[in-house]
């Protein structure tokens, strides 16, 4: 062969490997567009929420939650059709992130998956009430980790990384640590639905930009708010053996019964990792603030803030994986520490059974 006809076939076998990729770009998006057409099945939490608020295509939008707690009818901008869908799958994926209850998590969560590691995260487990948590009288709570209220605060100053972060790369952050997993693209349609979610959340609520909003991210609870007894392991350990390990598992494991979680981890291989915010040697207040309010489920507000602190200090003493910061030593050493303590503990925890046998049965004058 001419070395002409030889150039031309090298150029031929690229362009056809290059046209391969474009075709298969184009059929992607192509794709996705079909998804964004398609009708979206609500979780029942999410059908319940934006019923509530009324959520329908239109010129103008009212919100029904406004005129029951202000008296005032608000008008403003409505929602296309595509609006409306991206507002409901954004509620879908804050409420089933792992896709648990969808069809297709490809298809219905964006196969959010893809961006976490363990198989417990949904972000509706810490940002609850699907971001949008308030008691039976619709009043909005205290260090609820509002999502309405979070996205109001638009640009915001975070003051662990010295940025103003927008919207979206709040949400990459807790896909990174919180979820112990990976970066979404800032344009992945996974991060606009969310955003076109809360931002509905926060007209339905009739919030105003820039305003703080006590329901605004977590009440911290710093260690000059407690007794001044010191954050402590044991103290931690018998408060969570007693409140927490029915629904958590003993080593912060979570408890998953037939598909369906009793208690996401709180450590271990399914939790947040060492360089979320949640994590007590990172940062030592927010923990303890979330327990504060939002734990137990069912008797929040229950439980002192020395309590929360002390329990925080527990949690985060037990194996969980490693953040990008700890490098892959420390994140090899907790790999081992999460597989080989439970078994370990679980041995130790049968021998001190045999040595102080518990009565199996009360006595019967005691019943
Ligand atoms: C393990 C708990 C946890 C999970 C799971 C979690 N988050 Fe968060 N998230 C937090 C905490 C704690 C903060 C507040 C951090 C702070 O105050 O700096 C936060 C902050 C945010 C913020 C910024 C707003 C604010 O109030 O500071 C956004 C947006 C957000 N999360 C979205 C998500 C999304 C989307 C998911 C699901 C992929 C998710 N989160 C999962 C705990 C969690
Ligand atoms: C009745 C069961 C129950 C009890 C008791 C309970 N939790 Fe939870 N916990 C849950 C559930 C369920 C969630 C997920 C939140 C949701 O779905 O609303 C959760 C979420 C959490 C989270 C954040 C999400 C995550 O991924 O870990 C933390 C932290 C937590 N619990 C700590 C505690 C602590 C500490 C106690 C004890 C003081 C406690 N919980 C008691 C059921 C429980």
Redesign the pocket.
């Known amino acids: 062969m001419s070395t002409l006809g030889w150039k031309i076939g090298k150029v031929a076998v690229l362009v056809v490997a290059l046209g391969g990729l474009y075709a298969l770009a184009v059929a992607k998006q192509l794709e996705r567009e079909d998804i964004r057409q398609s009708p979206v099945v609500l979780t029942p939490a999410c059908a319940e929420k934006l019923a509530k608020y009324g959520l329908v295509a239109g010129a103008t939008y009212q919100s029904p939650y406004l005129l029951k707690h202000t008296g005032m009818a608000v008008a403003t901008t409505g929602y296309t059709e595509d609006d409306v869908r991206a507002i409901q799958r954004g509620c879908n994926?804050?409420d089933d992130?792992q896709g648990r209850q969808a069809q297709s998590v490809a298809e219905e969560r964006w196969n959010?998956t893809r961006?976490?590691r363990g198989s417990h995260?949904?972000?509706?487990?810490?940002?609850q009430g699907v971001?949008d948590k308030q008691d039976a009288e619709g009043n909005r709570l205290l260090g609820s980790?509002?999502?309405g209220?979070?996205?109001v605060?638009a640009d915001?100053y975070?003051?662990?990384t010295g940025l103003l972060?927008p919207?979206?790369l709040?949400?990459m952050?807790?896909?990174i640590n919180?979820?112990n997993?990976y970066k979404p693209n800032i344009a992945d349609d996974?991060?606009r639905d969310?955003t076109a979610y809360?931002r509905f959340l926060s007209a339905a609520l009739g919030l105003q930009i820039g305003v703080s909003y006590e329901e605004?991210?977590?009440d911290?609870i710093p260690a000059s708010h407690t007794g001044k007894q010191g954050d402590d392991y044991i103290r931690g350990e018998a408060i969570y053996r007693a409140k927490c390990q029915h629904c958590h598992g003993a080593q912060g494991h979570g408890i998953e019964v037939n598909g369906h979680l009793i208690g996401?981890a709180?450590a271990g291989p399914n939790?947040?990792n060492m360089q979320?915010?949640?994590y007590f040697y990172y940062?030592a207040t927010?923990?303890p603030g979330?327990i504060c309010r939002n734990m137990p489920l069912g008797a929040e507000n229950t439980l002192t803030n020395q309590e929360c602190r002390d329990i925080a200090y527990f949690i985060s003493n037990l194996p969980r994986p490693a953040g990008d910061k700890q490098g892959p030593l420390v994140a090899l050493q907790q790999q081992a520490l999460m597989r080989i303590m439970p078994p370990l503990l679980r041995l130790t925890d049968a021998a001190m059974e045999r040595k102080h046998p518990e009565p199996r049965q009360a006595p019967a004058a005691a019943r």
């Open positions: 994926i804050i992130t959010a961006f976490i995260v949904s972000c509706n487990h810490c940002h971001g980790l509002s999502l209220a979070s996205w605060m915001m975070d003051r662990f972060l919207f979206e709040r949400q952050q807790c896909y919180s979820s997993g996974l991060i969310v809360t605004q991210g977590v911290e996401p709180v939790s947040w979320s915010r949640n940062v927010i923990l979330f």
